[in-house]
């Protein structure tokens, strides 16, 4: 996810009400990259061992990409992959590849050596990767949702079915759009973190003015405030710069 796509914590609702939210996000929204961006934060949310989420598409010209991602670390993994040609994601997001790849342990995973043993030495020992659109015709993009852990045997039968129902709505949100094309994703995802990091520096003048903070201290206030309240920062940022009439930043995640 680009930078100013800030972190979002699901609080502790049902998964039902969970899938609930997707596919109003799904009917709702104009935009595949934010249903793609909640699918995303709702599988690291709602799989126990999941550390970092990503989504990898793969363009009409065989090249593949991340448009969002939970954490860079998670598009720096990908990255690896598409350069190695291996890879859960790389098996998964190919036009009639498994509907799921797995590895219990990347480090010892004799199926993607060069890309196993980079990622076991940053730390990350599991993948699983999830098919989009594994029947996907041109213009139409093929794809998959990845989750990576640093546990060994991260992912249980229930993760991987709770797997296959994010996928399935990252699915649909690809399947209705006509053409998602690898500029169109990346032009919507540059405009989305423009828009993010003007709110963001918005509501760090309101703290700065009103607290008499540094900026790095506004900046480190909205974050942990948008941890504790299961916020986004960005939509955080919004509710600061919309509301600092009547907002009593003094208990805004204090100081």
């Not at 709702?42 to 990503?54: F, I, Q, T, Y």
């Not at 998670?74 to 291996?86: H, K, N, V």
């Not at 859960?88 to 797995?102: F, K, T």
Request: proline share 4%.
């Amino acid at each position: 996810m680009t930078p100013g796509a800030a972190d979002v914590l699901f609080d502790g609702e049902s998964l039902a009400r969970q899938f609930v939210l997707l596919t109003r996000a799904l009917l709702e929204s104009g935009s595949v990259a934010a249903v793609l961006e909640r699918v995303v934060f709702a599988a690291r949310a709602l799989v126990p061992g999941a550390d970092l989420v990503s989504v990898t598409l793969r363009s009409d010209d065989e090249a593949f990409h991340t448009p969002v991602w939970t954490d860079r670390v998670a598009d720096d993994l990908d990255q690896l992959q598409y350069r190695f040609g291996e890879g859960a994601c790389v098996e998964a997001a190919r036009p009639g590849g498994p509907g799921m790849a797995l590895s219990d342990d990347l480090g010892t995973d004799d199926r993607w050596p060069r890309f196993g043993r980079a990622a076991a030495e940053v730390g990350f020992r599991s993948l699983v990767s999830t098919a989009l659109l594994p029947d996907a015709v041109r213009p139409r993009l093929s794809g998959a949702l990845n989750v990576y852990s640093r546990q060994r045997n991260a992912f249980a039968t229930e993760d991987r079915d709770v797997l296959l129902l994010l996928a399935t709505h990252a699915s649909l949100a690809l399947a209705t759009t006509r053409a998602v094309r690898r500029g169109e994703l990346e032009a919507e995802q540059l405009r989305r973190a423009i828009d993010s990091r003007d709110l963001i520096g918005q509501a760090k003048g309101v703290l700065m003015a009103r607290r008499g903070i540094s900026a790095e201290e506004a900046f480190d206030l909205l974050r942990r405030t948008s941890q504790d309240m299961n916020l986004k920062l960005r939509e955080l940022a919004q509710t600061v710069v919309g509301r600092r009439e009547e907002l009593d930043l003094p208990d805004l995640g204090g100081r």
